[in-house]
């Protein structure tokens, strides 16, 4: 009976032994690794929301957006500018689009998450052939935030370039067992960039863009 009590003692030192070893190899190896595997979804996610943003722009703004159309340029008798403004419901009706195509497309990815390969974490050539994909899971948080900026830049006598951006801004949360994280994603594209002849006096400029902009917030708030 002794000796069957010392073998059953013995097994029960060693497996709370293997259990405490596994738990300190776990506990260095989510130490080591998690910040490495965030900071790569990091980049990932930015990369891919980024080209989410840019594409939808480029191919909203290229549809709808014609500046003779939404910019208004007032000239007197003798072709002195008076005055410069925006149609700025168009303006907003476009960022509107232009936002919800971006949330959608983000919901999108929320569903399928990011895969990213082991080697691509490791740098291990023979990892990213057999080794196991990690997931991470994204979720847009906040709002999809669309706003505009306008430049007037002389560039010669009489001759004023014209720029105007639109900046596109979001949060995304990245989560894998036991830490997640929010980061915020902006992408400033421009969208017109006009040569205006003419001289163009301070008070002439009307745009008021600061006022010209969409919100949306993001349905799994």
């Not at 997640?180 to 902006?186: A, G, P, R």
């Amino acid at each position: 009976m002794i000796h069957i009590k010392n073998i059953k003692t013995k097994f029960f030192i060693i497996f709370l032994t293997a259990i405490l070893l596994c738990s300190i190899c776990l506990y260095e190896l989510d130490k080591t690794l998690m910040p490495v595997v965030m900071s790569v979804a990091d980049l990932e996610i930015r990369a891919k929301v980024m080209k989410i943003m840019n594409v939808t722009i480029s191919n909203e703004y290229s549809e709808q957006f014609n500046y003779n159309e939404i910019i208004n340029i007032e000239r007197d008798s003798e072709e002195n500018i008076n005055i410069i403004n925006a149609d700025t419901l168009k303006m907003n009706k476009i960022a509107c689009d232009v936002a919800i195509k971006v949330q959608n497309e983000l919901n999108k990815l929320k569903k399928i998450g990011v895969i990213l390969p082991s080697g691509y974490i490791f740098k291990n050539n023979l990892l990213a052939q057999y080794g196991p994909d990690i997931n991470i899971n994204v979720e847009p948080v906040g709002y999809v935030e669309a706003r505009y900026l306008s430049n007037f830049e002389s560039v010669g006598i009489n001759q004023t370039r014209h720029k105007i951006y639109v900046e596109l801004k979001t949060n995304m949360r990245i989560a894998v067992p036991l830490e997640k994280n929010d980061i915020e994603i902006k992408s400033q594209i421009p969208i017109s960039e006009t040569i205006i002849i003419g001289k163009v006096p301070d008070t002439a400029i009307n745009m008021d863009l600061d006022n010209t902009k969409f919100k949306l917030k993001n349905k799994y708030e």
